[in-house]
């Protein structure tokens, strides 16, 4: 049962254009949440956050917005740019849990030049 | 400031052989987690070290086992390979305190290949 779902595997976006990747979520305990970057042969790197308490937060040309009651949070990225390119990964921490966090599958985001 | 390594980057095993995987985290952390991470399954959490002690464990058989040394190094042992245990090993560090998160780092991976 897949508590982090990112039900897109791939998008692609034309470079200056808004990149808008989506993750939902099941587990009502989960109180952050995550985004981070991969690249191939790179480990994951840390992008933005968001804690629970917040609906949105911002962080140069990365915003993060969170619906609580749809358990929804999506990354928009604006302008994108081709180095954008990537596998994102959305991860959520439960309450208590501080440092296991649970993975959705991954968007590989495409930046057309 | 060196950031996490993990060795060895790739490693070709046969099934039934056991494997052990090392991470070295970021000086002064104290807190390692390992995932594993496969095609379409994004990344699954398997283990936390801090101090030494398991803090937390993923959904994952015993054949998956772990530990930690004084340094905060960390080693990761699968026994009796399977194939489906073909998949990138991560590690990732973090300071590991018990106040609030603390941002975990990730390093390049281990690729295992279960042959």
């Known amino acids: 049962d897949q508590q982090v779902k990112q039900n897109s595997p791939s998008l692609s976006v034309q470079e200056g254009r808004i990149s808008i990747l989506n993750c939902d979520y099941t587990n009502s305990m989960f109180d952050y949440f995550l985004w981070y970057k991969k690249y191939p042969a790179e480990g994951p790197t840390f992008l933005i956050s968001?804690?629970?308490?917040?609906d949105k937060n911002e962080d140069g040309r990365f915003t993060v917005f969170l619906n609580k009651s749809a358990k929804h949070l999506s990354l928009h990225i604006v302008p994108s740019q081709p180095g954008d390119s990537a596998v994102y990964f959305c991860?959520?921490?439960?309450?208590?849990?501080?440092?296991?966090?649970?993975f959705g599958s991954g968007t590989q985001l495409t930046v057309l030049p | 400031k060196a950031g996490v390594t993990q060795t060895p980057r790739y490693l070709i095993k046969t099934r039934g052989q056991q494997v052990t995987l090392s991470c070295s985290p970021i000086s002064g952390h104290r807190s390692v987690s390992w995932y594993q991470q496969t095609p379409g399954q994004g990344l699954q959490f398997l283990f936390e070290?801090?101090?030494?002690?398991?803090?937390n464990k993923g959904n994952f058989p015993g054949r998956f086992s772990g530990r930690q040394f004084s340094n905060s190094r960390s080693e990761m042992n699968v026994s009796t390979l399977e194939l489906g245990d073909s998949a990138l090993y991560l590690c990732?560090?973090?300071?590991?305190?018990?106040?609030?998160?603390?941002?975990?780092?990730f390093g390049p991976g281990t690729r295992l290949t279960v042959l």
């Open positions: 991860a959520a921490r439960a309450s208590g849990s501080a440092r296991q966090l649970t």
């Open positions: 968001i804690s629970s308490i917040k």
């Open positions: 990732a560090s973090s300071l590991g305190g018990q106040a609030g998160y603390n941002e975990q780092f």
């Open positions: 070290y801090f101090s030494e002690t398991q803090r």
